[in-house]
């Protein structure tokens, strides 16, 4: 027979953490939650890494300095390193646009953020062909003028900088909403300019925001898949980035290649878990205050 005690204590433990289920559903919801994230995300994830050294770290280690796959892979890291600055830049003057402004037509430049969301990848990639393709009104100029979007590095970061535009802004901006206008207004009355109320005001209150957001930036960026595809034109050794190298080699029948690859795409969103959970470890109290000012 169970301890009235025991469930006493249960209950009281509830009331007070504000939990009214049982001690039974919460382990239920517990489970499935477990099980489904192994099922789903754990086990690929480990099934990546033992088809990637399936045929020993030899193999693995050759078909990452392939030609194509070292070209594939500073072609990415290329891409990531011009978009990822370029969206800190558009998401942090959005969201300071959004959370410390009143304007006419605000509520439609909210919901423009969130329309790569919306938006499959691959029509954004179409997008792009439309105005930059050889046929667009755009095209022909560009050719006379020697100007190369579609198929070269252009193209490639123009796209990955759309699907990750909403990373960094959607960060910031309820954090900045939270935090109000009013240290800005005081460094202002103080005598402040509008770069030092930046810099040594908004600056630090945003920044664990920012760089959560820019650690998501810089893993979706590095693994763009539908609109990279559409805009790269697929030129070995030229325009494929790392998804791109990962389909061409398992349609060639190289699994055990294509799974290499991925592995260290999988790794480089590993570290940035881990860059993320670290940071929430050692700073957690100041993260915790920053978002509660």
């Given at each position: 027979m169970a301890?009235?005690?025991?469930?006493?204590?249960?209950?009281?433990?509830?009331?007070?953490?504000?939990?009214?289920?049982?001690?039974?559903?919460?382990?239920?919801?517990?489970?499935?939650?477990?099980v489904f994230l192994g099922l789903f995300l754990v086990l690929p994830l480990v099934l990546v890494f033992v088809q990637a050294f399936g045929r020993g770290v030899e193999?693995?280690?050759?078909?990452?300095?392939?030609?194509?796959?070292?070209?594939?892979?500073?072609?990415?890291?290329?891409?990531?390193?011009?978009?990822?600055?370029?969206?800190?830049?558009?998401?942090v003057a959005?969201?300071?646009?959004?959370?410390?402004?009143?304007?006419?037509?605000?509520?439609?430049?909210?919901?423009?953020?969130?329309?790569?969301f919306s938006v499959s990848p691959v029509i954004s990639g179409l997008v792009y062909v439309l105005l930059f393709g050889a046929q667009s009104l755009l095209g022909p100029w560009l050719k006379a003028h020697g100007i190369t979007i579609l198929?070269?590095?252009?193209?490639?970061?123009?796209?990955?900088?759309?699907?990750?535009?909403p990373f960094v802004a959607r960060e910031l901006i309820p954090l900045m909403q939270e935090q109000g206008t009013k240290d800005e207004e005081a460094a202002i009355s103080l005598g402040a300019n509008g770069w030092q109320t930046f810099?040594?005001?908004?600056?630090?209150?945003?920044k664990w925001g920012l760089l959560y957001g820019v650690l998501l930036c810089n893993a979706r960026a590095m693994g763009e898949f539908g609109a990279v595809s559409v805009v790269s034109g697929h030129i070995r050794g030229q325009t494929n980035t790392m998804p791109l190298h990962v389909e061409i080699l398992y349609?060639?029948?190289?699994?055990?290649?294509?799974?290499?690859?991925?592995?260290?795409?999988?790794?480089?969103a590993l570290v940035t878990l881990a860059l993320k959970t670290l940071l929430e470890m050692r700073y957690g109290a100041e993260i915790a205050a920053t978002r509660g000012h």
């Open positions: 301890d009235p005690a025991l469930f006493a204590a249960d209950a009281a433990h509830q009331e007070a953490s504000g939990i009214t289920e049982t001690r039974l559903v919460r382990y239920v919801l517990m489970a499935i939650a477990f193999f693995f280690l050759s078909t990452l300095a392939e030609p194509d796959s070292v070209s594939a892979i500073r072609l990415t890291l290329i891409v990531a390193a011009i978009a990822v600055p370029l969206n800190l830049v558009f998401g959005m969201a300071w646009a959004i959370a410390k402004f009143e304007f006419k037509g605000k509520a439609f430049l909210t919901t423009l953020v969130d329309l790569p198929f070269a590095v252009p193209g490639i970061v123009l796209a990955t900088v759309f699907v990750t535009f810099w040594y005001v908004t600056l630090p209150n945003i349609n060639d029948y190289n699994a055990a290649g294509a799974f290499a690859v991925a592995s260290l795409l999988a790794g480089l």
